[in-house]
C-alpha cells in the first residue's frame, strides 16, 4: 500500500526558513517523481513544485511565487523528499501537501506551515 | 500558462445528478483528474485520467473530457458528497500540474 507522510510544519517568523519532510513508502521510491503542493487557508490548491525520479535525472522545477526561495531535494535512501523554504513570507503560510507519482497520484495528509510574527 | 475555469459552487438535492464543469483551451487533448476535499482533509482522488475510478470510489462518480469542457458527474447524490471538487491538468508550460479554482457542492 502507497503510503505518504509529511512532516516538519510549524510557525516561523517572515524571512526566516523552515525545512518540511516526506517519508514514502509501498513503491520504487528512486523512479518516483514527488510533487509538492500548497493550500492557504480557504484558498484553492496551488502546485509548488516536483522532482523527477533518479533515474530520469533527479531535477527539480518551481512555481513562479517560490522559485529561488525554495528547494526540492530527495534522498533515495530514507525514501524521503523535502521541501526547504527560505526567505518565508506571510504569503507562503498554508498546508502543504507531498504527492507521490505512482501511476496515480498519492496524497499525505499535509502539514501546516504558519510564516507570522 | 494555462488556465482552468470551474464554477465557484453546485447546489444539488439529494438523489439527483450533479455536474461540474472544469473549462481550458483543447482540455479534451489532456487527461484529468478531480479530486475530492472536505472540510479539514486531504484532497482524495475520485476520477483520474479523463474517466478512471481509483479503488474505493463509488461508481456514482464519473468523468468525460472533450473539446474545452471536462466534466465530472456525480450521480445520486447523498449529503456525505457535500465537499469542494478540483480539476487538475498536466501541463507542458512552466507550471507542468494546473488545478481549477475548485466548485462547492452543496446537497439542498
Known amino acids: 500500500e502507497v503510503e505518504v507522510a509529511e512532516s516538519g510544519g510549524g510557525l516561523v517568523q517572515p524571512g526566516g526558513s523552515l525545512r518540511l519532510s516526506c517519508e514514502a513508502s509501498?513503491?520504487?521510491?528512486?523512479?518516483?517523481?514527488m510533487s509538492w503542493v500548497r493550500q492557504a487557508p480557504g484558498k484553492g490548491l496551488e502546485w509548488v513544485g516536483r522532482i523527477k525520479g533518479t533515474s530520469d535525472g533527479g531535477s527539480a522545477i518551481y512555481s513562479a511565487p517560490v522559485k529561488g526561495r525554495f528547494t526540492i531535494s530527495r534522498d533515495d535512501s530514507k525514501a524521503t523528499v523535502y521541501l526547504q523554504m527560505n526567505s518565508l513570507k506571510t504569503d507562503d503560510t498554508a498546508f502543504y501537501f507531498c504527492?507521490?507519482?505512482?501511476?496515480?497520484?498519492?496524497w499525505g495528509q499535509g502539514t501546516l506551515v504558519t510564516v507570522s510574527s | 500558462s494555462y488556465v482552468l475555469t470551474q464554477p465557484p459552487s453546485v447546489s444539488v438535492a439529494p438523489g439527483k445528478t450533479a455536474r461540474i464543469n472544469c473549462e481550458g483551451d483543447?482540455?479534451?487533448?489532456?487527461?484529468v483528474d478531480w479530486y475530492q476535499q472536505k472540510p479539514g482533509q486531504a484532497p482524495v482522488l475520485v476520477v483520474h485520467d479523463n474517466e478512471d475510478r481509483p479503488a474505493g470510489i463509488p461508481e456514482r462518480f464519473s468523468g468525460s473530457n472533450s473539446g474545452n469542457t471536462a466534466t465530472l458527474t456525480i450521480g445520486g447524490v447523498e449529503a456525505g458528497d457535500e465537499a469542494d471538487y478540483y480539476c487538475?491538468?498536466?501541463?507542458?508550460?512552466?507550471?507542468?500540474?494546473?488545478f481549477g479554482g475548485g466548485t462547492r457542492v452543496t446537497v439542498l
Open positions: 509501498g513503491f520504487t521510491f528512486k523512479s518516483a517523481w
Open positions: 487538475q491538468v498536466w501541463d507542458s508550460g512552466p507550471d507542468p500540474w494546473v
Open positions: 483543447k482540455i479534451g487533448k489532456k487527461s
Open positions: 504527492v507521490a507519482a505512482v501511476l496515480k497520484p498519492y
